[in-house]
C-alpha cells in the first residue's frame, strides 16, 4: 500500500511538473508570436498605400469617443487628491502648496497611467472583441484569400491611431485633473492666481516631455496586445469573451510595468 501511495503521489508530482512546463512553453510561445506581429507590424508601414482612410477613422473610435471617460475620470481624480492633499497638508501648515503636489503627482505619474488604464479598458477590450469576431468568424482568414494583409489592414491602423491618441488624451487628463484640484483648493481658501503659480513653479517642461514620451509606449502596448488576443482568438464566442478579458489584464498589467521602467530609464537618463 505504501508503495502504491508513493507511486500515486509521484504520478501526480510529475503531472503537476508537466502542467507547469506547458504552462511555461506556452509563454513563451505567445511571447515569441507576439513579437513576430510586432516585427510584421513595423514592416509593413513602409509599404505604399499606408492605409490613412482608416488610421482616421480608428482615430475617431479610439481617442474622440474616449473623450468623456478620460475627462471624467481625470476630474474628479484630481478633486480628491486636492482634497485628500489639502487635509494631509494642512497638518505641517503647507496647506496652500496643494497646487504644487497635486500638479507634479498629476503630470509624471497619474494623468498617464490612469488615461492608459481608462483606454486599456475601453480600447484593448474593443479591439480584441472585434478582431476575435472576425477570427472566430473566418474574416481574416478571408482577408488573407484576398491577397490582402491583415496585419496592414487590421493591426496597423489601430496601433497607429493609438500610439497618437493616447498623449492627446493625457494632455487633456492633466489639465482636467490639475482644474478639478484647482476648484478643491479655491474652496479651501487657496486662490487661484497662487495655486497656479505654485503648480507652474513646479511642473517643468522635462517632467511634461517625460510624461508624454511614456504615453506613446503604453498606447502601443495596448493596441498591439489587442490586436495579438484579437486575433488569436478560438472558440467562438465564449472565446471571445475570455480573449477581451485576457487582453484588459494584459494591457493594464503591462502599463504599470512599462511605468516602472520607462520612469527608471528616463531619471537615470
Request: net charge positive; with cysteine.
Amino acid at each position: 500500500m505504501v508503495s502504491a501511495a508513493a507511486a500515486v503521489g509521484g504520478a501526480k508530482e510529475q503531472g503537476s511538473v508537466g502542467a507547469l512546463g506547458d504552462r511555461v512553453l506556452s509563454i513563451f510561445d505567445s511571447v515569441g508570436r507576439f513579437g513576430i506581429l510586432a516585427l510584421q507590424t513595423v514592416r509593413v508601414m513602409g509599404r505604399r498605400h499606408f492605409p490613412l482612410r482608416e488610421i482616421a477613422v480608428q482615430f475617431e473610435a479610439i481617442t474622440i469617443r474616449s473623450l468623456s471617460i478620460v475627462s471624467i475620470t481625470a476630474l474628479f481624480t484630481g478633486m480628491v487628491l486636492a482634497l485628500q492633499t489639502v487635509v494631509s497638508l494642512s497638518r505641517f501648515g503647507a496647506k496652500p502648496y496643494t497646487g504644487s503636489f497635486v500638479g507634479l503627482a498629476f503630470v509624471l505619474e497619474l494623468g498617464p497611467v490612469l488615461t492608459a488604464l481608462m483606454v486599456s479598458g475601453r480600447v484593448g477590450a474593443g479591439i480584441t472583441a472585434e478582431l476575435g469576431s472576425m477570427a472566430v468568424t473566418e474574416q481574416v482568414d478571408a482577408i488573407r484569400a484576398m491577397g490582402a494583409d491583415p496585419v496592414q489592414k487590421l493591426v496597423l491602423p489601430r496601433v497607429v491611431a493609438t500610439t497618437i491618441g493616447l498623449p492627446l488624451l493625457t494632455i487633456l487628463a492633466d489639465i482636467l485633473g490639475i482644474l478639478g484640484g484647482m476648484l478643491i483648493a479655491h474652496q479651501s481658501g487657496i486662490t487661484t492666481d497662487f495655486y497656479i503659480r505654485t503648480v507652474t513653479q513646479v511642473v517643468t517642461v522635462p517632467d511634461l516631455l517625460q510624461a508624454l514620451g511614456k504615453t506613446f509606449f503604453f498606447g502601443w502596448t495596448i493596441a498591439m496586445v489587442g490586436c495579438y488576443t484579437g486575433l488569436n482568438t478560438r472558440g467562438g464566442t465564449v472565446g471571445v469573451g475570455r480573449a477581451t478579458t485576457q487582453a484588459v489584464v494584459v494591457g493594464s498589467i503591462s502599463v504599470f510595468i512599462l511605468d516602472f521602467f520607462l520612469t527608471k530609464l528616463m531619471i537615470m537618463i
